[in-house]
Each structure stands twice: as C-alpha cells, then as structure tokens.
C-alpha cells in the first residue's frame, strides 16, 4: 500500500549534504524528514571486522566504465566510514577554468568566501591538527623521506578526537571508539533533538510534482531490505515544500536523470562533469633495511618501520605541488593514506601490463605487506564522467553484497593524465630516492579508483555546465537543493568532506529562505550543534553585509 | 545447488566441455584454479590439478576463496557454474587457438597449464569484453579471500591461522577483539612543513 505523508522540507541522505541542512532546518522551526538508504548504526555495531557483510552493509564499491567509485551507505552516509582527513581546498581551486575555458566555480564563491563557513563545520566536528608525535609511522616514514628528498610534509589536519583515537586503522568499519567526528555525533543527532526524524533504508526512486495544495515536490521511496538492499520491503511517498537532494555525487544525478520526465525536464549538466578528484593511488614496497640506513628510523628495537596496518589511515601530506602559480592539471597533494586489505589485489608488482597485479610476483609482493607505504594523489581532473541512462531503482544495479554496476562512464583527457603522470612522478623521485621503495600505481584494471566522487550536479554561473545555481537551487526548479559532493564543481586537490560541508553549511541559509518564501515557518541562524555560536558570528556579518 | 571445496579437492574432476553443462565439482575445480591463478599456492596433494603449484606457500584456495564465493551475503552463488561454463569456453577457445590439447577429463581451464592461466586471466580482466566487469569481480573476491579472509571474522580468522592473514602478518588484537596501537608514532618532527601553511594546518 502506498502512502502519502507531508512535511515542510524533505531531506535525501544523511551525510555531510544532508546532515547539515537538516539540522538548520529543524533548529529553524521547520518540520524536516530525512530519508536514508542505508541502515543505521553505532559504534557499538562497528566491529573490527573484515568479513564480508561488517562494513560492506555501509559502505559500497560501485563500478562504473573505467572508474570505480567507494561510497558511503548508511546513516551518516561517507563520514561514517571516511578517513577524517579535513581541508580546506586552496585558493586556486576555485579559479579552475577546466578545459571549458572559464571560471568553473560560481563568482560568488572563493577560498575566502569559503573561510567563514569552513569555520563554521570546524566549530562543530573540531579539526585536530596533529602534532608529529601523533603522526602515526607510515606517515613519519612518509614525512622522512620527503624531507630526505628536499620537500616539504605536514601533519594532516583530522577530524578526529585525538584523546579517543587508538590509532586502530579501522576507519572504513565506522569508528567503534567515536573518535571519528561523523555525523552520528553532532549534526544528526541536533537536527534530530530539534525534531527532525531520520528514517533509514529508504531508498528515493523519482522526485515529481506535488498533488497536495502549497507543497511543491512528491518524492517516492521504497523500503529496503535489511538484509538485502536488492530487495524492497514497501514503498511510500512524501511531499514537500522544499526538497534537499544530498545522496552523493553517485545518487544525486541518477535521481534526478530518472524523475526527468515527471519534472519536465532537468538541466543539461545533471549526470555530467562528474570528478573522481583526481584520486590516483601508488602502493610503495619499502625497503626496511634503507628505512634505517637512510632515514635512521626505528619503529620497535631493531625494525626500522613494518608500520602499514597502524596508525589513522591519513598522517602526513606534501602541499610542494600546491602552487597556484602553476598551470592547470600540474598541481596536486601527495598523501600518505592506508588502505585495508580489500584493496590489496589493485597493488601491482611487476612491469608486465597483463598480469602485473596478480600471480606468483605478486604474491610474493604481500609477504612483505606490512612495509608497504600507499600514497594518493588528489590532482587535477577534466570533469570528465558522465552518467547513462538511470536504472529501474536506486542509483547503480546491486549485483553483490556492497557491490554494483553504474551507468558512469570515465575516460580521463590528455589533460588528466598529465596530472596523474606528473604526480605519479614526484611519488617516485621522493620514494624511489637511492633505492627507499619501489613505487608502482595501483592497477587500472578497474579503470581509476575514487573514493571522492564529485560535480555531477554541479554549481556554477554558466547554465550551460552547471545543474545549480550559486545557491545550491537547481536550475528551473524552485524549492529543490543540492547539497551533497554533486554540487562541488571541480576536483579540489585535497580530500573534500570538509568543503562539502562548508558548502553545504552555506547553503542551508539559502534552503531555509527557500523555504520561508514556500510557507514554511522558519528562520535562520541556529548556533553550532553543541550551543557554540562563534560560527555563527562569523557568517552573520559576512550575510549582513551582502 | 551445494558445491563444496573439500569434496572437489578430494576428488577427480568430471568431463565437461566449455560451454556445456557443469557438475558440481567441475565449477568448483573451475572456480579453485582461476583462484589460484590469482593468488597461486602450493598444491594441496600430489593429484591436485585445480591447483597448479606455481607458488610455495598458501594461496587464494587454502585461503577458502570458494567458501567465500558461496556465501549468502555474497549473493553471487547461483552465478557460480554459468561462471565456471564462461571461463571453460574461453579456456577451451584459448587452447585451440595455439594447438594445445587439453586432457578431457579435467574441465577445460583447469586442464590448462599456469603460464596459459594467467595469459588467459590477463586476456579476461583486461579487454573491455562483456564479461570484464564478472571477471574482476572473481578476480576481486577472489583475492579478497586470502588478503582479508572475508568469509570469516577476523579475529576468528587469526585464530585459526588463516593461511592468507598468516602470509601478511596481519597483527593480533587485543583480548577484546578490538585493534589499538598505544605505540604508534615515531615521536619527532620529520620534515618541514610547507611556508604556506595556514594556522589551522590546512594549504593557502
């Protein structure tokens, strides 16, 4: 049976996109819904646990054409199961032009610009800056060798409770210590203290017109299965007065691409310009023995490192690349990151294209798996996904637990693999210095691997390559806002949770205006989730002397 | 449809020709020696011909790649021997192609010999074929069985000596069943930071 509820805002997701506004709302006086595709959980459910069917119920791989894509699925959606790495992108980031030939991100819209919103997400999930004593061993042994090599490395800024952390590694399962500031801990369970309601395992299939007099939007959902997300338990519909689309860059313009008809029409730039960030993964094979005689480091007594499975996934960065005087898909950071065993098979071991990534060489590669380094480059890319025609349901085709096939298509330019040929470079003359490490880019064989899916929705100034306008409002309909990493525009060069949330931070007065002009009673101007109102302060006089 | 591992192992494998229907054992010995291409291992008695003991040591099978590939949560179970079938064709295709003639009494990828394995897994995994996406995906699980032991929890896993947990060294845990590091950081300021770091520690 299908039923039709009402309420002033409904929100699609839970993570950083749709947390943030939700919570404004709420706090605002609005009545808010959140409907969440995955399942909810706790710390107490996150186990330290690889078998399949632990992390893998929130967390999916999602394979497209010549890209894989890592993608939160639960409640609190990628920052339960991100790696906390929070920064702000640099300025010149901003004044992309792509290959397209103009400013990508809307005039509006500059690091500074950005800076009091960033304050605003810092106020409520603290940024720690980690001193080099809690700068775990792959990235001490990262941080040696860059300044063995005459580069520069920094501690990485980490959204993480420092005095909690155990520096356990186990970052995708969710945190089981709530070290980890995701949004079970601030803006969710805030938004639903002012009276929001999260429902998880609603799965959002069309957004269409409201029937019901003063509401705007009916979206449909189905009721998935706990225990299999390709099976629905029921369906049911809401409408609203305003709609907040934040299912990810993944979901978002698959959504959107399938409710087209109903719509009347979507703009062109929903499903395209897509972003992996321009992740690009390298797997250095460490030499223990040139650890200690180059670096004259020691981890225990007469072991130089064996330090890859310890730590916080992400320790310390190199910023060299940064150079906004650079040209355009020349820069990128290096950072040092681990990877979980599930990745392990994408190392390759050997020149031989066929086989280099499986086989005896290969195996013999794992046995010496805990002096192993990765490093992710996050460069320059062209926007060059685009997404196909939507399926019948959800936003990929779940053939597996944890595992589905997308409609999105990746061929990265002559100008991308600049960018990936130029970082994969500055890896090697860091950590292949006098025979350090052997450094060798994680197989393609899934196409690029992405664990920062972006700008498939994007915002902008131009209707022709942006989907939303420099207020997160799609273009041509009113009332409905994105606000998940679909609406950054570009590739940032550093990992993006904290930028999705400043820009979702700064969206959600726009949303609550939005909403106000539909009827809703609400107002803006609710303090941090914690009470705090510094933030708060900041954006008042920014928005008081627009 | 129940296909063990152990009973496959023990066993000679059936007749089947690629493409033509498969026995049980058949997909299993299949599934085991596309495995074990992945990971090879050493074989685990002296008529085992699914595993072709490329390698010393343990690999994707002693790992239990087939346990994994049956679980229910996987959900790929009932894909299993039309997989097998895919991979038998190719294999039987394969050997044609270069004259090898391959022992009828083993199905066709198992027959093959593990240089021709591996050629023909690069072949499988790398074209932008039809199947490239399902081969991966073996390929994945596969190798997911002997890194991550996946269809086991993990500290179960240690407990047992999982043969592929074993290979990496994977660290214990504390009695709890819970990972901490107390000792974790090299303790010292290793490298100058960049001049253009802002007060929060984030890129200008």
Partial sequence: ????????????????????????????????????????????????????????????????????????????????????????????????????????????????????????????LPVAQQRWDQVPYPGGLFAAACERAGRTCNPVPVAVDLARCTNCNWMLNGCHFDAKRSMLLNYLPAATAAGAEVRALHEVQTIAPATSPGYRYRVAYTVLDPDDYRLSQGAGAVEAKVVVLAGGAMGTPVLLQRSAALLGGIPRAVGRYFSGNGDRVSIADVDEGKVGELLGLESSPGTPYEGFPVGKPIGSMSYDRLDADAEEFTRFSLQQIYFPGITNILAQATDRPESSWFGVEKKELRSRWRSWLSVLAMTEDDNEGRFGLPPATGSFT?????????????????????????????????????????????????????????????????????????????????????????????????????????????????????????????RYGAPAPDGSTAGRRGVLKLLNHR | MTITASSAAAAPTGTAQGGAALGALDTVATLEAFADTMVPGEKRHRHDRAVAGAAPGPGAVHAGAVTLLQLPELGVGVLLPELAALLNTEATAWALARGHVLLPSQPPFVALDFEDRTHLAGKLLSSAGLHQKVYVLLALFSAAAFDTAAHLHTTDALDKRHPGLTWLRFPAPGTDGFWRYPTYSYGKRLAHEHPHTTAGGHPA
């Fill in chain 1, 398 to 522: 779940r053939v597996a637990s944890s595992v589905g096939l997308s409609t999105l298509r990746y061929r990265p330019t002559a100008n991308t693999l600049r960018g990936w040929k130029a970082a994969d470079e500055e890896a090697r003359a860091v950590l292949e210095r006098d025979g350090l490490a052997r450094v060798r880019p994680w197989s393609e064989v899934v196409g690029s691997l992405s664990a920062h899916p972006l700008s498939s929705c994007r915002m902008g100034d131009d209707p022709a390559t942006s989907a939303l306008d420099d207020r997160n409002e799609l273009r041509g309909h009113p009332g409905l806002f994105v606000t998940d990493g679909a609406a950054v525009p570009t590739s940032l060069c550093v990992n993006p949770s904290l930028t999705i949330a400043a820009l979702a931070e700064r969206a959600s007065r726009h949303i609550v205006e939005g909403a106000a002009e539909s009827g809703v009673d609400v």
């Fill in chain 1, 1 to 124: 049976m299908s039923v039709t509820e009402r309420t002033d805002v409904l929100v699609v997701g839970s993570g950083f996109g749709g947390s943030i506004p939700a919570y404004h709302l709420a706090a605002g006086g609005a009545r808010v819904v959140v409907l969440e595709r995955g399942p909810r959980l706790g710390s107490r459910d996150f186990a330290h646990d690889q078998r399949i069917g632990s992390y893998t119920r929130i967390v999916d791989l999602v394979q497209g054409d010549g890209i894989t894509v890592v993608a939160g699925n639960c409640v609190g959606g990628s920052s339960v199961v991100y790696f906390a790495a929070s920064l702000r992108a640099p300025s010149f980031v901003f004044e992309r032009q792509g290959s397209l030939g103009h400013r990508l991100w809307p005039n509006a819209l500059t690091r500074s610009t950005l800076d009091p919103w960033y304050d605003r997400v810092e106020e409520t």
